[in-house]
T-cell receptor
Framework: KNQVEQSPQSLIILEGKNCTLQ??????????LRWYKQDTGRGPVSLTI?????NTKSNGRYTATLDADTKQSSLHITASQLSDSASYIC?????????????FGRGTSLIVHP | GAVVSQHPSRVICKSGTSVKIECRSL??????MFWYRQFPKQSLMLMAT?????????EQGVEKDKFLINHASLTLSTLTVTSAHPEDSSFYIC????????????FGQGTRLTVV
């Protein structure tokens, strides 16, 4: 069964600090892995997307890494801001076609305190 | 970038009535749209997948007669919650992808449904 496990479930950090969120998956075959940021009461917004051949992808203060061999990904947030408080969701997708359905992680709830 | 618009963003309805939620792809043709439901502090749960011009495929446990999905055009899919009950109160989100799958990263803004 395809699964995506995220850790930690929740995280509280002080403004300006860095943090790293983890995502382990068992989805196979694998096409791409995406990290989303979801503010409360809003739809998810894509941060990064990586295919199996990519190891790292950056988007401003967000840097995602991928190890397709160990099926692990991380999202590193640098110099956190209050606006980074949100839920971060890891989504792993199989190749397009057929019964294409992405698998969602439960998300990590990040709270940034001043 | 691809834009997916969802309407309304919030709706309150009485028990027993029906509510329609629209999901539009504004700058691409969405051959497939996904409908999700999200309870507070929970992950998105896929309800159904709709392909333009054909019947939607519902996930196990989702009542197709209660959650009517129509995807009659390449830019619009609708989710109708029929005979709504308070337990249907939730956050509903759609996402859309084009034929090549390039746009499936984009979600609508979500609809907060409250049934009173």
């Amino acid at each position: 069964k395809n699964q995506v496990e995220q850790s930690p479930q929740s995280l509280i950090i002080l403004e300006g600090k860095n943090c790293t969120l983890q995502c382990n998956y068992t989805v196979s075959p694998f096409s791409n892995l995406r990290w989303y940021k979801q503010d409360t009461g809003r739809g998810p917004v894509s941060l990064t997307i990586m295919t199996f051949s990519e190891n790292t992808k950056s988007n401003g203060r967000y840097t995602a890494t991928l190890d397709a061999d160990t099926k692990q990904s991380s999202l590193h947030i640098t110099a956190s801001q209050l606006s980074d408080s949100a839920s971060y969701i890891c989504v792993v997708s199989p190749p397009s076609g057929g019964s294409y359905i992405p698998t969602f992680g439960r998300g990590t709830s990040l709270i940034v305190h001043p | 970038g691809a834009v997916v618009s969802q309407h309304p963003s919030r709706v309150i309805c009485k028990s027993g009535t029906s509510v329609k939620i629209e999901c539009r792809s504004l700058d691409f043709q969405a051959t497939t749209m996904f409908w999700y439901r999200q309870f507070p502090k929970q992950s998105l749960m896929l309800m159904a997948t709709s392909n333009e011009g054909s019947k939607a495929t519902y996930e196990q446990g989702v009542e197709k007669d209660k959650f009517l999905i129509n995807h009659a055009s390449l830019t619009l899919s609708t989710l109708t919650v029929t005979s709504a009950h308070p337990e249907d109160s939730s956050f509903y989100i759609c996402s859309a992808r084009d034929y090549y799958g390039y746009t499936e990263a984009f979600f609508g803004q979500g609809t907060r449904l409250t049934v009173v």
